[in-house]
């Protein structure tokens, strides 16, 4: 098992990742032990995470929704998974 999350940084932004240990990656975070990204942007908290079969499964979706636009992620975290196929054909800056 193993997972991809979302996390809402302290200024808003969102950070995305995958790791084995969910539990284990945002204590990590949340102490500054996480990626430079977070270590700078303190206090994160979880917003949301997929269960995947394996690592390289939860590494492809990170590394695709991190291409993803602010607005489609905040659809993903929200649920509205509708709003998903228009958000994709949108070319919008956020």
């Known amino acids: 098992m193993a997972y991809m999350y979302i996390l809402q940084c302290s200024d808003n932004s969102y950070y995305v990742g995958s790791t084995v ?5 945002i204590e990590e975070h949340s102490h500054g032990e996480g ?16 269960e995947c079969q394996s690592i390289e499964e939860a590494f492809l979706r990170e590394k ?5 636009s602010r607005k489609k992620r905040e659809a993903l975290i929200n649920g509205k998974y509708e709003d998903l196929p228009e958000l994709s054909k949108r070319k919008t800056k956020d």
């Open 21 to 25: 240990d969910l539990t284990r990656r």
């Open 35 to 50: 990626a430079q990204y977070t270590k700078n942007r303190l206090p994160v908290k979880i917003v949301y995470y997929e």
């Open 64 to 68: 695709q929704v991190q291409g993803w």
